[in-house]
């Protein structure tokens, strides 16, 4: 088996040095041709004439060539793939686990890749997405965690804390969407209204949220579209803003659509629809409600 | 080149080129010179058949490659039959009678 494995390999990396050693013969060819023709007696220019017309046209040659080449090759390629089937039927056991197990690691580093490259290589698609943290927090003698805060400790972090240049916040969960007679399952953020100014997004259509908007309770419905899902359920429609649908059989106005790009904070789930915090879980129950929201904050080096 | 052309026969190049190198190692030109002189000018192999031929014949292991100078000091590259080259010769040689002889008796039968 070995052998056949090289003679594949040498007909791939021989390709170019076969060409250059048909190009020297060829004229090689050619020269010791001329210099027959010369000896009788045709002038230096004359005989390079007549050798080529004696070869037949060089580029014709190495056509010709080429071509039992390539036949040869591709009968080579046939007869090494006849042989590497034949050989993975006669063992179906071990061609199974060989096959499952390059499937499985395929699939695994697909995956783990497409985690790696939204989270950590391609950065988001903000003003300057490196001045956005996550802020995090530990009680004494417990390891640091991820911050979830109320909603009344977010304003009270806004009112006191002068580090950053805003702080917003944002919550994730699946809502019911409903616009022209059809309901759909759709992934929301449930956002604070600086979440689109605090790092510099514009809308593609409408309008964004505005800071302080929709964090309060008894507020009119309104739902910012991610570009995406605008593309997708309204085909990319204009007149969208101003349509009234429901989210959780809630009435709601379409405001505007978020910057093409943009599916959220976490580049590894996709937003379809961005709502005001007062809609979602975090607020349900009233400002003192416990539930929580995670906190993000962007340090732009323009205090506001 | 007012010389008779006969069209090869499919299959007596090769024998012919095996049998062209069977003295002495040659390149292209000299093959096909060489070619012209043992079937005394009645035949004369066109490039574009000699080349491919040795090619075919050198993927097969038949003939070897080498470059160096010829006669008069030009690079060029020899063709030199191998072991399993000349063996070829003999089983080509062996044909061909075996085809004569079966061509001539059936073209003088009656």
New interface residues.
Partial sequence: MPARIVSLFRNFLRKDTVEQ??D???Q??V???A??KMKEGYSPSAARRQALI????VE??KE??R???LG?FLDNLARDLRFAFRTLAKSPGLTAVVVITLALGIGVNTAIFGIVNGMLLRPLPVRAPEQIMFLAAGQQGAPLQTYTVSYLDLVDYRNQVSTFSDLFAYEIALAGLSADGRAEEIAASYVTGNYFSAVGLRPTLGRLFLPGEGEKPGEAGMIVLGYSYWQKRFGGDPGVVGKQILVDGKPAVIVGVGPKGFGGMDSVLEMDVYLPLNRGPALDKGPTGTATIAASDSCAPTAD | ?GEKRTDLLRGTLDLLVLKALSLEPL????ISRRITQITKGAFQV????L??SL??ME?RGWVEAE?RA?E?N????YYRLTSSGRAQLKVEERNWKQVVKIMTAAVESA
């Fill in positions: 050693t048909l020297d013969e060829l090689s060819s020269e010791l041709l210099e027959e004696e070869l037949g046209g014709q040659v010709e060539v071509d039992i080449r040869r | 080149m390149h292209g030109v000299g066109s490039f574009g058949s080349f491919p090619h075919r993927e470059w010829s008069n030009r690079r060029a590259k």
